[in-house]
């Protein structure tokens, strides 16, 4: 099997799509979560600490000298990726938790029994007139 004919079997695999959408999909998903974070929970939480910005917290460990930047550690930027994971892994439990929820009262709903194939009615009916003959 060539090398191409392969990685096209792999590639059009139903698995290999679906998690390329999931990815496409966790990705957007992410960017309206760390905007939420950003643009919604961040503010507020600053004020509470007296009008503190995260994005700026740091410690300087060189300054600045000319043309050459500060050296920093901004654990600001740290706290705000921790509070956008937290945030995105609980939205995310959130909806897998709807889903699952969804698909087991899907399961618990009884299901219309399936009418039986129509040779096995043609039977029954065959059955229940010998039997009327006798």
């Known amino acids: 099997m060539s090398m191409m004919k392969e990685f096209k079997e792999f590639a059009m695999r139903g698995n290999v799509i679906d998690m390329a959408v999931g990815i496409i999909l966790g990705l957007a998903f992410g960017a309206i979560v760390s905007s939420f974070v950003a643009d919604v929970v961040t503010p507020p939480l600053g004020l509470l600490l007296g009008g503190m910005d995260f994005s700026v917290m740091n410690i300087v460990l060189k300054p600045a000298v000319g043309e050459s930047p500060a050296v920093t550690i901004n654990y600001g930027m740290f706290f705000q990726k921790v ?46 007139l010998l039997k009327n003959k006798s």
């Open 83 to 128: 509070i956008d994971f937290i945030l995105v892994a609980f939205a995310i439990f959130m909806v897998i938790k709807g889903m699952n929820n969804m698909k087991r009262k899907k399961e618990e709903a009884p299901a219309a029994p399936a009418p039986p194939p129509a040779q096995e009615v043609l039977l029954a009916e065959i059955r229940d």
